[in-house]
């Protein structure tokens, strides 16, 4: 198969970036859509120009590493992929393939399709975890959980933190990322001690990057190759309503 | 070198809780005048890191990723193995040590494999406390299933995420320490070597990939959790930026590497398609529990999966080994595959694949029960090759998955540079020649959550340190060293993209050093690895500026490494004229094909000793002594 790609190049934070047009041919249709890009900066690493970078590491939708919007579309064609489990023979052979990064401004722009997430890092330092010391935890069968809530807390769970839901958000809100943390803690019982400190302090930190408002535009699902559901976000607010009426009270 | 293992006396059950007890312990208040470096934040240096910076050591946590989140243990898939016995069916420390101990065909330490056994419970305990989401079952208690080379039902699984949802737990534990600041962590860092100051591990030396710069870091000890080096093989299950360069730069500083043949592939991947292809993908070897494997009874049968009928397939791992079946270990598994397909017997576009059916037990149970248990599993293979595994049979191949040797470690995980620590899959410990499936999960966390903050501790409290500053001669030496080869790399301006070279140094591993190893195919690749090597050096083509995000820079670096690293994973394979585990040298084998190990002669540890680039490198030995399990061929008829 062949491509016609216009891939967003910038060298650094400081460089405004363009879009730069390349050719690719001879693509299997097996081959992923970072095996695509793989063949590209081969090429251009023989012509000694700069390969296109980009974050990746896995290459089976776990690491969260990549990401990018391939024609407006956060990790592209199909649903609950992420770029690297996209395949080539999902595009139509000869079409033109609009390449960028994440835009959003809590996530700038390393270097061509890398993008900075650390935003996502401090939310977790913030609140998005059970405090147990090495060593305090009492025997694992000690506490039955409902297999319903384990099921439903390993959906939550599954949340790589790639990003997606803040790029395909048109208010950059990292609503389905904080709501997947928050929804998987509040459906155990080891997540109840904290449950109203996390929520609040997650939220004020997710604030503080500069991520925007949810508006229900509900993007972020559609875009998220983990499926993960917006009903996540509809207890993220009852949680955070009834802590700060608990703080209230 | 001496290589003293500090097994401590007494009985196998009282040497770990004994040897605590013994041990000098840092004082709380005085922790925080400790500093500790953990290179990588993988399960193990995560977990690890947590736990020191939550006791109150000063910790400074560096990977090359920019969250800790993303590091290759986030892809397991299959499940961590405890001996709870919650199944009732007769499991308990000794069992699982034993079956560790076999399963690694007799060449661990029996100390360090019953440690592993005892603490794995804890493990549990704590992911559940947590809020790991593992699997429960409908009374709302933990799940299990069982995993290749046990006959019990002792592992535990986030659906097939395990690796992921231990990771997150982890991850979210580093995280705590990070926002208390008693971690600090330095994202998108590299280690490139190591800064040894008296004969102690004093710090390392870092790129920031982000800037291009050389950093430096001083600590009181230095732990590296810096995983396998499976990656030397190109095609690999590894995530693409594995590598194995902060264990190849300590072994060059002084740490013997052990047993570095021992190499893992597991049975079943996801065959190569094309040459475009940049890694192999796992299915999880969970999927042995209810898929069976075979191959047409005909060889060259081209007629599809559906229309051959039963009585003309050849279930051969059920035929060749009654009571294990389908759930022999990986090394067994794998060697059968390929012999299936050497033989002709192979399926697929290829020829190099076999069946891996799941007909009986969607009939048995039900679709909807086997995508409960495999959905994502399925899901994957869907996506990768446009096939339905529900409808029609996975086509698997063995792949280079992990490996067992590594950074040589005694009792303490100390190597035998005082103050340099090994904790997870880069260190040699725990198994032996073949990893049992869902126990490098196990050893990573024990090691980061409950061996290292113990033995780490001793260690500093009973070392005298003195005071160095990043200004100190040996830092000096050291970031001019890392300066130099950064340099060197980026002024080769050859003509291939260090990519292609990395693909032919894959191509020789994979053909000589891979699942059937000979003494003739063994000299080959000691004659074409340093000639690829030399290639390198003189025609690879490095580009793009060394001041920003350079993935083309970080890669050569690390294939220079690999192509030194190869070399000795070839050397130590031809000099081990026995078959153990995963190392099969095909002279050394029973009239049934089986792995036939020498125990008067090989039942110990090569430990190789850096001599110079030009010398040959120093085997030394470790004997392994087995008092508790007698060595027995290791049938699994
Ligand atoms: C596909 C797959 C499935 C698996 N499934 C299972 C399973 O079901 N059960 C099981 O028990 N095991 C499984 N394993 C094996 C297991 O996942 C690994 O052995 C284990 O996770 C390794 O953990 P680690 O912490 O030692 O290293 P890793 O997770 O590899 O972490 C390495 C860390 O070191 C950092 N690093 C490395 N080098 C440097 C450097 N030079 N400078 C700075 N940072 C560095 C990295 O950034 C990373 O943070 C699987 C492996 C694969 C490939
Ligand atoms: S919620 Fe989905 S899209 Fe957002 S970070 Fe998690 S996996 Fe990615
Ligand atoms: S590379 Fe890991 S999710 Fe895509």
């Known amino acids: ?249 | 070198m001496v290589l003293n293992s500090n097994i401590p006396d007494g009985p196998i059950e009282k040497k770990w809780s004994e040897h605590r007890f013994h041990m000098k312990l840092v004082n709380p208040s005085n922790r925080r005048k400790y500093t500790v470096i953990v290179v990588g934040t993988g399960l193990a240096g995560a977990s690890a890191a947590a736990s020191l910076g939550e006791m109150g050591y000063k910790v400074l946590a560096f990977s090359y990723h920019e969250s800790p989140r993303r590091a290759h243990s986030i892809a397991a898939q299959g499940g961590i193995n405890a001996p709870k016995n919650y199944a009732n069916d007769g499991d308990s420390v000794y069992r699982l040590f034993y079956d560790t101990l076999k399963g690694g065909d007799y060449r661990a330490r029996e100390a360090n494999v019953y440690r592993l056994a005892e603490v794995s419970g804890s493990i549990i305990d704590q992911c559940v406390a947590q809020g790991v989401p593992f699997a429960r079952d409908y009374s709302g208690y933990l799940d299990n299933r069982s995993f290749g080379g046990a006959q019990v039902s002792r592992t535990f699984y986030a659906r097939g995420q395990t690796g992921q949802q231990l990771l997150l737990g982890a991850y979210a534990a580093l995280s705590r320490q990070i926002g208390a600041k008693t971690v600090q962590f330095f994202d998108r860092r590299e280690m490139l070597d190591l800064t040894v100051v008296d004969g102690q591990a004093r710090g390392i030396v870092v790129r920031n990939l982000r800037t291009g710069a050389v950093e430096s870091y001083v600590g009181d000890a230095v732990v590296l959790a810096t995983g396998g080096y499976a990656n030397t093989y190109y095609l690999s299950t590894m995530a693409k930026a594995s590598n194995a360069t902060a264990v190849w730069r300590a072994y060059k500083r002084g740490a013997a590497f052990a047993n570095p043949c021992f190499t893992q592939i597991h049975p079943t991947c996801i065959p190569v398609g094309g040459d475009y292809q940049s890694k192999l993908t796992l299915m999880s070897e969970s999927l042995r529990n209810d898929g069976r494997i075979w191959v047409p009874k005909k060889s060259g049968d081209t007629r599809s999966p559906s229309q051959i009928p039963e009585a003309e397939r050849d279930y051969y791992l059920e035929r060749l080994y009654p009571s294990f079946g389908n759930l022999v270990p990986r090394d067994v598994a794998s060697r059968r595959a390929k012999e299936m397909c050497d033989k002709g017997f192979g399926v697929g576009p290829t020829k190099m694949a076999v069946y891996l059916d799941f007909a009986d037990a969607i009939k048995r149970n039900s679709k909807a029960w086997i995508e409960e248990k495999y959905g994502n599993l399925f899901d994957m293979y869907h996506e990768i090759t446009a096939e339905d595994p529900y409808s029609v049979p996975m086509r698997i191949y063995p792949a280079v998955h992990y490996t067992m040797g590594g950074l040589w470690v005694d009792y303490n995980l100390m190597t035998t540079i005082p103050g340099l620590f090994v904790v997870g899959e880069a260190n040699f410990s725990d198994h032996g020649a073949n990893r049992l499936g869902a126990s490098a999960l196990m050893q990573g966390l024990a090691d980061g959550y409950f061996v290292l903050p113990y033995t780490l501790g001793n260690y500093l409290a009973s070392t005298k340190f003195a005071s160095v500053t990043v200004e100190h001669e040996g830092f000096r030496e050291t970031r001019a060293s890392v300066q130099e080869r950064v340099d060197r790399l980026m002024s080769i301006k050859g003509k291939k993209p260090v990519s292609e070279i990395h693909r032919e140094l894959g191509k020789v591993m994979w053909e000589y050093v891979g699942m059937g190893r000979t003494a003739a195919g063994l000299t080959k690749a000691l004659k074409l690895i340093p000639e690829i090597r030399e290639q390198f050096w003189k025609d690879a083509k490095v580009v793009g500026d060394p001041d920003t995000i350079n993935n083309e820079l970080e890669k050569a670096g690390r294939i220079a490494d690999f192509l030194e690293l190869g070399e000795l994973i070839a050397r130590d394979a031809l000099h081990r004229e026995e078959s153990c585990g995963g190392h099969f040298r095909e002279e050394h084998q029973t009239p049934e094909g089986e792995a036939k190990r020498n125990d008067k002669k090989f039942a110990y540890v090569a430990a190789w000793e850096y001599t110079g680039d030009a010398r040959t490198p120093k085997l030394n030995k470790e004997p392994l002594k087995f008092e508790y399990v007698k060595p027995s061929e290791r049938s699994y008829k």
């Open chain 1, 1 to 249: 198969m062949k491509f016609t790609l216009k891939i967003w190049r910038q060298k650094n934070q400081n460089d405004p970036g363009r879009f730069v047009t390349y050719e690719v041919n001879n693509i299997s249709a097996d081959a992923s859509f970072l095996e695509m890009l793989d063949v590209l900066n081969n090429e251009l690493v023989q012509k000694g120009e700069d390969p296109v970078a980009f974050d990746h590491d896995c290459r089976e939708g776990i690491c969260g590493s990549c990401g990018m919007m391939i024609n407006g579309r956060a990790h592209g064609e199909g649903r609950s992929m992420a770029t690297c489990d996209v395949r080539m023979r999902m595009y139509k052979d000869g079409e033109d393939l609009v390449v960028e990064p994440w835009r959003a401004k809590p996530f700038p722009v390393v270097k061509d399709l890398v993008v900075d997430r650390r935003a996502f890092d401090r939310i977790m330092q913030a609140g998005g975890f059970i405090s147990v010391k090495t060593g305090a935890a009492p025997e694992a069968n000690a506490v039955p959980v409902p297999k319903a809530n384990a099921d439903e807390a390993m959906d939550a769970a599954a949340c790589i933190g790639c990003g997606a839901c803040v790029a395909s958000c048109p208010n950059s809100s990292a609503m389905l990322f904080v709501a997947a943390k928050v929804s998987q803690f509040a459906l155990l019982p080891q997540g109840q001690p904290e449950r109203r400190e996390r929520v609040e302090r997650m939220i004020e930190q997710m604030d503080k990057e500069g991520f925007g408002a949810c508006s229900n535009n509900y993007a972020c699902e559609a875009e998220c190759p983990k499926g993960i559901s917006v009903t996540h976000i509809a207890r993220l607010n009852r949680e955070f309503l009834r802590a700060e009426f608990t703080e209230k009270a």
